[in-house]
């Protein structure tokens, strides 16, 4: 039922755990992990004109290429693509996941409310609300209970 996965990363170490989620899933399924780290340009628009976009942008795409070798080397054994792309993170992970022809999306969401939800946005929730292809989200902040089962964590949105 599931032969490729789609796994963003930002490459923050709360975001290990949906990839966990996402490894054991993938074991399961027999399936393969696409992995992707999206540079956000646009958050870097309001930079000066003298500032070195070159370098910003080699930067970004060193700290992405660092984090979606990270996903590669957690999945011990599972098959894993790796690509570092560019644009609107949720828009690119929506696209790339119906583009690659992935079945699912598993992603970490931080589990914000309230304000805070309000003020930061989700890149998760307009993912689950743009993607046309099954997501699957994982409280990346939730302290996991001794002896848990993983899946008690995740929500098929």
Same mark, same amino acid.
């Given at each position: $039922?599931?032969?490729?996965?789609?796994? =963003?990363?930002?490459? !923050?170490?709360?975001?290990?755990?949906?990839?966990?989620?996402?490894?054991?899933?993938?074991?399961?399924?027999?399936?393969?992990?696409? /992995?992707?780290?999206?540079? @956000?340009?646009?958050?870097?628009?309001?930079?000066? $004109? #003298? /500032?070195?976009?070159?370098?910003?942008?080699?930067?970004?795409?060193? #700290?992405?290429? #660092?984090?979606?070798?990270?996903?590669?080397?957690?999945?011990?054994?599972?098959?894993?693509?790796?690509? *570092?792309?560019?644009?609107? =993170? +949720?828009?690119?992970?929506?696209?790339?996941? &119906?583009?690659?022809?992935?079945?699912?999306?598993?992603?970490?969401?931080?589990?914000?409310?309230?304000?805070?939800?309000?003020?930061?946005? +989700?890149?998760?929730?307009?993912?689950?609300?743009? !993607?046309? *292809?099954?997501?699957?989200? *994982? @409280?990346?902040?939730?302290? &996991?209970?001794?002896?848990? !089962?993983?899946?008690? &964590?995740? /929500?098929?949105?």
């Amino acid at each position: $039922m599931y032969d490729r996965i789609l796994v =963003p990363t930002d490459g !923050s170490a709360e975001v290990e755990r949906a990839v966990e989620y996402a490894v054991e899933f993938a074991r399961e399924h027999d399936a393969t992990i696409r /992995t992707v780290y999206v540079v @956000n340009a646009a958050s870097y628009g309001g930079l000066p $004109m #003298e /500032t070195a976009w070159d370098g910003i942008s080699d930067a970004l795409r060193e #700290e992405g290429t #660092e984090a979606v070798e990270r996903v590669e080397a957690l999945a011990d054994g599972v098959p894993v693509e790796t690509a *570092v792309l560019e644009g609107s =993170p +949720s828009r690119v992970i929506a696209e790339e996941a &119906r583009a690659d022809g992935c079945d699912l999306v598993i992603m970490g969401t931080h589990g914000r409310g309230g304000i805070d939800r309000l003020l930061l946005g +989700s890149v998760a929730e307009r993912v689950v609300r743009c !993607s046309t *292809v099954p997501v699957l989200t *994982v @409280n990346v902040e939730e302290e &996991r209970v001794e002896g848990e !089962s993983i899946d008690a &964590r995740a /929500t098929v949105e």
